[in-house]
């Protein structure tokens, strides 16, 4: 119904509203990587904080190269699953070093020639509290240069990290915003001054304002959703090669360390939902620009 109401102003004939489409497809289109990239980011940080939670990770001072050392790791084990509220404590084997080290060094190197820390994988009780501060005395008393981490230093700068994109990403969409109702606005008084002697007739035989704004908003309304579903689609476009690109090729490897491009499905609606946005926002903004302008005639 919305594209094919017919409209007494000749508003289609005329090249008002000519680059209002492309303009508004460009701002629905870099909303969209904005709000894409917002999402992937917000659901990476998420997955990790689940990952991480109740989680630790002690490190022991690197051995000599190809020495092995592993009285220090049964020192550290032996602690570890006596202390109340540890769950479990296995040490890393080569086999998951080099999986860790692989989007680094790639998959041909040999471990056990380089003086790499030995890593412990510690859980613990989500619900127990531990004395971590203890924990981490006894360690070090026992293995000198043991350290415990907590990821929670790394995760605290992660989520401030999220906080800072997700903010620039909403600066982007208010930008963004603000430079189409800009563009809604100056097609709309041009068209205004295009038709300006048919609506100065209407407005003197009695048309009503609302009459004649409603004219401008439901063309800046086709405008705005055949602009928007354009740049919708070309952000999906992009958006799905950016995902195909982190999973074949050479990009494999680097890959590894990036978030994966994925989040709720119903997080993604809102994607779809931003032509829709683009369209009442345009036909708002035609709305009033017009009921304003009328306001000046006599």
Same mark, same amino acid.
């Given at each position: ?138 360690? +070090? &008393? #026992?293995?000198?240069?043991?350290? =415990? $981490? *907590?990821?929670? !230093?790394? /995760? ?5 990290? %999220? ?79 950016? +995902? &195909? #690109?982190?999973?074949?090729?050479? =990009? $494999? *490897?680097?890959? !590894?360390? /990036? ?5 709720? %499905? ?33």
């Amino acid at each position: 119904m919305i594209f094919r109401a017919r409209l007494d102003l000749p508003l289609e004939r005329d090249g008002s509203g000519r680059f209002l489409p492309w303009i508004v497809a460009l701002m629905v289109y870099l909303a969209s990587l904005a709000l894409a990239g917002t999402l992937v980011v917000r659901d990476a940080v998420m997955r990790w904080d689940r990952g991480l939670s109740g989680t630790l990770t002690v490190e022991l001072p690197a051995a000599s190269a190809g020495i092995r050392d592993d009285g220090a790791v049964a020192s550290a084990l032996r602690i570890l699953r006596s202390t109340p509220g540890v769950v479990r404590a296995d040490p890393f084997d080569a086999e998951r070093t080099a999986e860790l080290l692989a989007p680094w060094l790639g998959t041909n190197v040999d471990t056990a020639d380089l003086p790499l820390p030995r890593l412990i994988d510690v859980q613990i009780e989500p619900h127990l509290e531990v004395d971590l501060g203890a924990l981490a005395q006894q360690l +070090a &008393a #026992a293995v000198p240069g043991a350290q =415990l $981490d *907590d990821h929670r !230093r790394w /995760l605290s700068r992660v989520l401030r990290a %999220a906080l800072a994109i997700e903010i620039v990403a909403g600066v982007i969409v208010a930008l963004v915003g603000l430079a189409a109702v800009t563009a809604v606005i100056f097609a709309t008084r041009t068209g205004l001054a295009v038709h300006q002697g048919i609506v100065e007739v209407l407005h003197l035989i009695g048309a009503r304002d609302g009459y004649i704004a409603r004219q401008f908003e439901q063309h800046a309304l086709r405008l705005g959703i055949k602009g928007g579903l354009v740049g919708l689609v070309l952000a999906i476009v992009t958006i799905a090669g950016m +995902a &195909a #690109a982190t999973r074949v090729g050479a =990009l $494999d *490897d680097a890959a !590894r360390v /990036l978030p994966a491009l994925r989040a709720p %499905a119903i997080e993604w609606v809102l994607l779809v939902l931003l032509p829709l946005a683009a369209g009442l926002i345009a036909m708002l903004t035609a709305r009033i620009t017009v009921l304003r302008a009328l306001k000046r005639l006599p």
